[in-house]
């Protein structure tokens, strides 16, 4: 029931109603498909930076620093990627309340356990993706530690960001790489998985539709997967020093 107000420091009636939509089951969803494609996209455009390390360390460098200063003189220096800092830990946050939400629900909804219970039936990532989760998210703060911050990297040269990606994918530093390559598989099924999951929700649910899915589901996770993997390994193998 709605309770009308003259008092002006009331919220509106549509900020009671859009809260109250976000709270559902529903909006929560919504809420991770929205915020999870804020995430891809970032994904898929650091991904192509990323690449840029195949075409030698100046490009490489010269990308680093055309990041910091785009919207300049509007914006100060690095204001830019304080911008989408902001907006990615946003989508992070929404993305895990929303996750974290339907799954208690999800629990609460079946409050009594068996004894002999039959294994529900489901892929891989999708038992996973809790797990998968919590690796994403260590590995992003280290990652951030690592190659924004330079605390964590042998070399941590700002302004030689080429020299800090060799420094740490380097032979000797195996465990670097394995972990972020654990790392980059996790979210290769997370975005599996999800990809699939949002194509059955806009209506993907015939029989070809659902192969549809998840061939693109395959396809979105394995190209993404690669592109990242490729500098890491490139680095290892030394096609790149």
């Known amino acids: 029931m709605i309770h009308w107000t003259n008092d002006p420091a009331a919220p509106s009636v ?8 976000v709270r559902t089951s529903v909006g ?7 915020s999870g494609i804020v995430l891809v996209l970032f994904l898929v455009a650091h991904m192509i930076g990323n690449l840029k390390v195949f075409v030698g360390a100046e490009s490489f460098d010269h990308y680093a620093h055309w990041l910091r200063t785009i919207g300049a003189p509007l ?3 690095s204001g830019y990627l304080w911008i989408q800092r902001t907006v990615l830990t946003a989508a992070l946050a ?10 208690l629900r999800a629990r609460a909804a079946q409050p ?3 004894a002999h ?3 529900v039936q489901g892929s891989y990532a999708a038992r996973t993706m809790r797990w998968g ?9 280290y990652h951030v530690l690592d190659l924004t911050t330079g605390h964590l990297n042998p070399v941590g040269d700002r302004a030689h960001p080429y020299g800090n990606v060799v420094a740490d994918f380097a032979p000797q530093r195996w465990y670097v790489t394995l972990f972020y390559t654990l790392a980059v598989l996790s979210v290769g099924l997370h975005l599996r998985h999800g990809v699939f999951s949002a194509m059955r929700t806009l209506g993907q649910r015939t029989a070809a539709g659902e192969r549809r899915a998840r061939l693109v589901a395959l396809v979105a996770s394995v190209g993404l997967c690669a592109g990242f993997l490729s500098v890491p ?3 290892s193998l030394g096609l790149v020093s």
Do not use: C, N
């Not at 549509?14 to 939509?21: C, E, I, P, Q």
């Not at 929560?28 to 929205?34: G, I, N, Y």
């Not at 993305?95 to 974290?100: D, I, K, P, R």
């Not at 989760?133 to 703060?141: E, K, R, S």
């Open 233 to 235: 390994f490139a680095v």
């Open 28 to 34: 929560q969803k919504a809420l991770m498909a929205v």
């Open 133 to 141: 989760g919590v690796i994403i998210l260590l590995f992003a703060v």
């Open 112 to 114: 009594v356990r068996y």
């Open 14 to 21: 549509g900020a009671v109603v859009t809260v109250s939509a």
């Open 94 to 103: 929404a993305h895990v309340w929303a996750a974290t939400t339907l799954a």
């Open 75 to 77: 914006l100060p220096d």
């Open 117 to 119: 219970r039959r294994p």
